[in-house]
T-cell receptor, first 114, second 115 residues
Framework: AQSVTQLDSQVPVFEEAPVELRCNYSSSVSVYLFWYVQYPNQGLQLLLKYLSGSTLVKGINGFEAEFNKSQTSFHLRKPSVHISDTAEYFCAVSPNNAGNMLTFGGGTRLMVKP | EPEVTQTPSHQVTQMGQEVILRCVPISNHLYFYWYRQILGQKVEFLVSFYNNEISEKSEIFDDQFSVERPDGSNFTLKIRSTKLEDSAMYFC?????????????FGPGTRLTVL
């Protein structure tokens, strides 16, 4: 079984500041890792995913994430946020040995202030 | 860009009533999923569906729940006798492969309120 922890339920940040949203996971098997974003009244949209290879993954909207196997982390970063990045961000994992079921973290609400 | 759609956006029902939540997955996708999110809690996997049968299901997906692909486009989730604790946002998703890391595309969700 897998579990995902997003330690910060809310992250307030000023526009153009850098941001890091933290994600840690636990799993008895190797996993694929994902970050999804949910804008108000919309579905979950994939930001980026880690499958294998380079541990630094770049996604849409200037976001990137780094997979750290020893720390079982997959933190999301952006060097300079915009007001439009205000949304809920979800980290998720799926086991790479069978099925495609996603296990989600609790979400982090990013609030970008002018 | 193709997208997953869900209807209705909000469903209010009385406890004990049956509800059917509808989803139209992306047209060339073959794998379908339902997730739910109770207010203030995590998004939880309910069930995955492929080739007209359930591939995986969670402990949440008990005998009160069923899924169906009644035609070539719709994918439905039925709750036979709703309980108060079924109140949640229900998300449908689809992808075009399984057993691998393919992206699941999510719909906007149906908010189910059980009174």
């Amino acid at each position: 079984a897998q579990s995902v922890t997003q330690l910060d339920s809310q992250v307030p940040v000023f526009e153009e500041a850098p941001v890091e949203l933290r994600c840690n996971y636990s799993s008895s098997v190797s996993v694929y890792l994902f970050w999804y974003v949910q804008y108000p009244n919309q579905g979950l949209q994939l930001l980026l995913k880690y499958l294998s290879g380079s541990t630094l993954v770049k996604g849409i909207n200037g976001f990137e994430a780094e997979f750290n196997k020893s720390q079982t982390s997959f933190h999301l970063r952006k060097p300079s946020v915009h007001i439009s990045d205000t949304a809920e961000y979800f980290c998720a994992v799926s086991p790479n040995n069978a099925g495609n079921m996603l296990t989600f973290g609790g979400g982090t609400r990013l609030m970008v202030k002018p | 860009e193709p997208e997953v759609t869900q209807t209705p956006s909000h469903q209010v029902t009385q406890m004990g009533q049956e509800v059917i939540l509808r989803c139209v997955p992306i047209s060339n996708h073959l794998y379908f999923y339902w997730y739910r999110q109770i207010l203030g809690q995590k998004v939880e996997f309910l069930v995955s569906f492929y080739n007209n049968e359930i591939s995986e299901k969670s402990e949440i997906f008990d005998d009160q729940f069923s899924v169906e692909r009644p035609d070539g486009s719709n994918f439905t989730l039925k709750i036979r006798s709703t309980k108060l604790e079924d109140s949640a946002m229900y998300f449908c998703a689809s992808s075009d492969s399984v057993g691998g890391p393919d992206t699941q595309y999510f719909g906007p969700g149906t908010r189910l309120t059980v009174l």
